[in-house]
Structures are given as structure tokens and as C-alpha cells.
């Protein structure tokens, strides 16, 4: 099966190690990786600022870098439902839209691309420790991808997983809103912090860049001792390394 990557910026600028641990982890389970080098932003950032006309020109950079690829894959629900929003973006111009709505059918989050493309449910990862999961919102509300990370991790050989208190509590990232409104996102992040701290577990695993940024950093600022990992090096993981 073909596969296209799609790093998005928080990971290429941040997380490089996710990228890798995604191309690692899909070519263990029989995929091929490609990198079209022309793709850039999602355009997230434009358009919740309300800055459509020019998202709208990152969504046609987008689909013109993904248009020969058979599956897109990306290890971030947020810019995943962003790639899905293009068909609505591009209302108005219907030969764009068709090529958005192609865009949107062959598009998928790590961990949806897995369970519900190639039927996998257990990567063979194996990681002994105590953690939690960070549900993310776009994800959950926008992709309705909520099972498929639980599945998953649920199968990790020697991982605890503890539910976190109010996972459905948005961590206060939002992109834009946290340099918008960041006193009102600190406070959610604090929200989100305490209850990480409830759960006593050891990591922290998400599937969002943005909000293992957002709560990291802020865990780091408060010397707490949970470290962050991204879902796929979590399921790239079978020595147990952590």
C-alpha cells in the first residue's frame, strides 16, 4: 500500500521524532512512504483567524502536493480535519472542490489510518510503564476518532493505561487561541495538568503535536516528572525503551 506522509508543521519543527516513528512504524506493516517535498501548512492557523482567502491558497498548495498519492496519512488529527475542512473552504470554485473532496476520501489520522484502513489493532509495540491519554478535540469532535487510539494502546504489551479525568476537557491549546486569549488558556492548561497528576502515571500520550506542546511545556514549567510522547513512538515502541 502506497502511503503519503504529511509531517505537519509542529512535527517537522518540533516533533521530528513522531514523523519518523510514523514512516517507521507504517513500513513495518507493509506500507511504502513517500514525502512529497511541496506540501507546507494545513492552513489551520489562517483560517481559524479568519484569514480565508489566504487558507485557501495553502489548500490548493495541499492538494496539488497530494493529488497523485493513493492515501494520505497524518500523525495529527488537527491538521487532518483541517485537509477535510478544504471541500468547504473551496466552495464557489467546483473544480477545486472536487479535488478537495478527493483529498478529504483518502485522508486519514495515524491511528484511524490503522485500525480502520489496514485492520490492525496491535503494532506489536511493547512498552513497560503507567500512562494516560490526552483525547484532543479536533480529533474527537471533528473526526469523530476516538476508539482507535484507546484500541491500540490498549494492545501495547506492558502499558497501564489510566483514563484521565475530564479527557474530554480541551488543554486550552487551539492553535491561535492560546496566543489570542492566553490568559484564558492557562487556565485550562492547569485544568488539564491537575488532572495529569491525579492519574500518577509516568507519560503523558497524545496524538495532537499542539496540545503535547501546550500541556509539556506547561508540566515542564512546573517541574512535573511526567514525560510527553506522541501516540506513534508510543506504537513504533517494541524494546520497551520508553
Not at 509542529?10 to 514525502?35: H, I, Q, R, S, W
Not at 493505561?161 to 492547569?190: Q, W
Request: proline share 3%.
Amino acid at each position: 500500500m502506497n502511503v503519503s506522509l504529511f509531517i505537519t508543521c509542529l512535527g517537522d519543527m518540533f516533533y521530528p521524532n513522531a514523523g519518523k516513528a510514523t514512516v517507521e512504524l507504517l513500513e513495518k506493516l507493509g506500507c511504502t512512504v513517500d514525502f512529497p517535498e511541496q506540501q507546507t501548512c494545513c492552513g489551520q492557523p489562517a483560517f481559524n483567524s479568519g484569514y480565508h482567502k489566504e487558507a485557501r491558497k495553502v489548500a490548493k498548495q495541499s492538494i496539488d502536493a497530494f493529488k497523485d498519492s493513493d492515501y494520505v496519512v497524518v500523525p495529527s488529527g488537527s491538521c487532518a480535519a483541517m485537509l477535510h475542512e478544504y471541500s468547504h473552504l473551496l466552495e464557489g470554485e467546483p473544480e477545486w472542490q472536487a479535488e478537495a473532496e478527493a483529498l478529504r476520501a483518502k485522508s486519514y489520522e495515524l491511528t484511524h489510518f490503522l485500525v480502520d484502513v489496514l485492520q490492525i489493532e496491535n503494532t506489536g509495540a511493547k512498552l513497560h510503564a503507567k500512562a494516560t491519554y490526552h483525547t484532543s478535540c479536533h480529533m474527537m469532535r471533528l473526526l469523530q476518532v476516538s476508539e482507535a487510539p484507546k484500541t491500540l494502546l490498549g494492545n501495547v504489551d506492558g502499558l497501564e493505561m489510566i483514563d484521565l479525568p475530564r479527557n474530554y476537557d480541551c488543554c486550552g491549546f487551539g492553535g491561535t487561541f492560546a496566543v489570542k486569549m492566553s490568559d484564558i488558556s492557562k487556565e485550562m492548561v492547569d485544568e488539564k495538568v491537575a488532572c495529569i497528576h491525579d492519574t500518577e502515571a509516568d507519560i503523558l500520550i497524545g496524538a495532537d503535536a499542539g496540545c503535547l506542546m501546550n500541556i509539556g511545556g506547561r508540566m515542564d514549567r512546573e517541574k512535573r516528572p511526567v514525560k510527553v510522547m506522541h501516540i506513534a513512538e508510543v506504537l513504533n515502541d517494541t524494546e520497551g525503551r520508553g
